[in-house]
């Protein structure tokens, strides 16, 4: 069983829908948990992290990690076709166990 | 604020061959990283630094990789002899620090694509 699984998608729907994309892990010592956003030949860039179970929200964007049964999702509401990208969950156990660790990426297309 | 460069973007070679990819991180940061992302893979990391010293090279295949970072700013990654399995996007990020929450907040690059034929 890999440490991180993520449904590589692709993903479509269409502008102004909700979107949810799902990771599961099985390490428990994980305790930080990032998305990051990959566009096309680009870089990954962190969209958010959050520590330990709990919700996060920032503009249209919305973390959630459920500790208990290893599971971590983003949420995008209202998407815009500028959302298209393929979405990368990360995460580590912090302190001397620091290294991050990514899913496969789930890629998304908005449709306009 | 400049972002973390690379170089080439794109590179092809033949099995055997060498190649050498440089990186020059965000201006301050202490903490970089280089990463190999297979085609349909997330990023695995390969080395991380912390000014110019190593901080963890155990994924690192060291009989065919290697990786310095000069007076603890630019990073230069090379394979020698490059294999098939080799091609990949050979990502740099560097990051603040190296510990704690700021570890996370990781910039990358536009990477070099890497072909082996």
């Known amino acids: 069983q890999k440490e991180v699984e993520q449904d590589p998608g692709p993903l479509s729907v269409p502008e102004g829908a909700i979107v949810s994309l799902n990771c599961t892990y099985s390490?428990?010592?994980?305790?930080?948990f990032m998305w990051y956003r990959q566009y096309s030949r680009k870089g990954p860039e962190l969209l958010m992290y959050?520590?330990?179970?709990g919700n996060k929200e920032d503009g249209r964007f919305t973390a959630q990690v459920d500790k208990s049964s290893k599971y971590i999702s983003l949420f995008i509401r209202d998407s815009q076709p500028s959302d298209s990208a393929t979405y990368l969950c990360?995460?580590?156990?912090?302190?001397?166990?620091?290294?991050?660790?990514f899913g496969k990426g789930t890629l998304l297309t908005v449709n306009p | 604020e400049a972002g973390v460069a690379q170089s080439p973007r794109y590179k092809i070679i033949e099995k055997r061959q060498s190649v050498a990819f440089w990186c020059n991180p965000i201006?301050?940061?202490?903490?970089l990283y280089w990463y190999q992302q297979i085609l349909g893979q997330g990023p695995k990391l390969l080395i991380q630094f912390q000014n110019n010293g190593v901080v963890d090279d155990s994924q690192l295949p060291k009989d065919r990789f290697s990786a310095e970072r000069l007076k603890g700013v630019d990073s230069t990654l090379k394979i020698q002899p490059a294999k098939l399995e080799d091609s990949a996007v050979y990502l740099c990020a560097s990051s603040l620090a190296g510990s704690g929450v700021l570890l996370y907040e990781q910039y990358f690059g536009p990477g070099t694509r890497l072909t082996v034929t």
């Open positions: 990360a995460m580590s156990g912090g302190g001397s166990n620091y290294k991050l660790t």
């Open positions: 201006s301050g940061h202490a903490t």
């Open positions: 390490n428990s010592a994980f305790q930080y």
């Open positions: 959050t520590y330990s179970s």
